[in-house]
């Protein structure tokens, strides 16, 4: 754990808050997964050892400073990529009640960092300073994302997210506080970062879960309609105006959501409830309708409940000796009832 802090050479700001919040997702990954101390470092050393190697494959050539190398050749998403975004969105209303709401544009080739950095490197410093200034709030940010590559652009992030509604200040921050703190020269060039943020005031439902699906659309719009699945896809989806490639693959991972619905995220929601997916339901509407908001809305119930239950329990049995027993016993009958429970719950009405 201490190889996070090993002193560097130069020192700077940017590091130094780079390394803390390496060590606060180290930490909080052991939170919520309880895993041995051994086993969560050999778990972050091999993923660094990853990352390193990915961004050594495509790390920019000394005659091209400012370029990630790319071919520029037409490229897509999987099938099987755009059902796990798809699934992720869905996961997101079902689990927190929000809507995505903004999207966020980085076009990497418009600036140069100091310390070169492939983009999904880049990208991931971004998410998470991002998620530690979401954290703690009952409204936290959501994102999901696609590593692209534009013949005109160069390499690019597709980012959809759900950002609340007390982060109006993401566009400022993202280019004053944090590329200001990584990149070459004074000033970043406006078309670096584009952040478009659909909030209206107070809009209707419907209005909301249409920006939600045309900004999920935009991000799974990816796929090969040449291809006959990926093009019954699209059609399953709606994706009648979004139907455009990515470029050729530029990172290790190319797709990716944040940790709050990712799938680690939905094991544990599936404690309470299993998450459903409309790719299961065999109803077209499922992809369109909404019935992710009314789930929301029992799931939250159910929730509220087991929560209810397990400060009864710790009020009752508050410095007893019992109460780890208590507690285990009522997680074991908890997950016992869950066949009650899916009985009564709305599904894809």
């Known amino acids: 754990m201490l190889e996070i802090w090993r002193p560097e050479l130069i020192e700077t700001r940017a590091s130094l808050l780079l390394r803390a919040s390496q060590f606060e997702e ?121 590593h692209g590559y534009s013949q005109v652009d160069g390499p690019i992030t597709d980012i ?19 590329l200001a703190r990584r990149v070459i020269g004074r000033e970043v060039a406006r078309s670096a970062v584009e952040v478009s943020r659909f909030v209206r005031e107070n809009p209707s439902r419907n209005q909301a879960w249409k920006r939600h699906l045309t900004l999920i659309r935009l991000l799974c719009g990816s796929l090969d309609k040449s291809d006959p699945e990926g093009a019954r896809l699209l059609g399953l989806l709606g994706n009648r105006r979004f139907s455009h490639s990515i470029g050729s693959k530029v990172t290790a991972q190319q797709r990716g959501v944040s940790r709050g619905i990712d799938v680690g995220a939905r094991r544990l929601a599936a404690s309470d409830l299993s998450v459903l997916s409309a790719f299961k339901s065999g109803k077209l509407g499922a992809f369109h309708s909404g019935w992710e908001l009314e789930e929301y809305q029992y799931r939250r119930k159910i929730k509220s409940l087991r929560i209810a239950l397990e400060e009864e329990l710790r009020r009752e049995y508050k410095g007893s000796w019992s109460l780890d027993a208590r507690l285990a016993t009522f997680k074991r009958s908890w997950q016992e009832a869950a066949p009650a429970r899916e009985r009564d719950r709305p599904r894809f009405s």
């Open 26 to 146: 180290l930490l909080s990954a052991g939170v919520s997964e309880g895993a041995a101390p051994e086993t969560l470092v050999r778990g972050w050393a091999a993923k660094r050892r990853r990352s390193a190697d990915a961004a050594a494959r495509i790390a920019p050539t000394r005659s091209e400073p400012q370029r990630v190398v790319a071919h520029a050749e037409a490229g897509f998403l999987g099938v099987e990529d755009v059902v796990k975004l798809w699934n992720a969105a869905s996961f997101m209303v079902q689990n927190y009640g929000v809507l995505l709401n903004s999207r966020i544009v980085i076009r990497h080739d418009d600036f140069a960092l100091k310390n070169e950095k492939a983009p999904a490197a880049f990208i991931t410093d971004l998410f998470r300073e991002l998620r530690i200034r979401s954290s703690g709030a009952e409204d936290q940010a959501h994102w999901l994302y696609v």
């Open 160 to 178: 959809v997210a759900h950002l609340p509604d007390y982060r109006t200040d993401v566009d400022s921050w993202i280019r004053d506080k944090f």
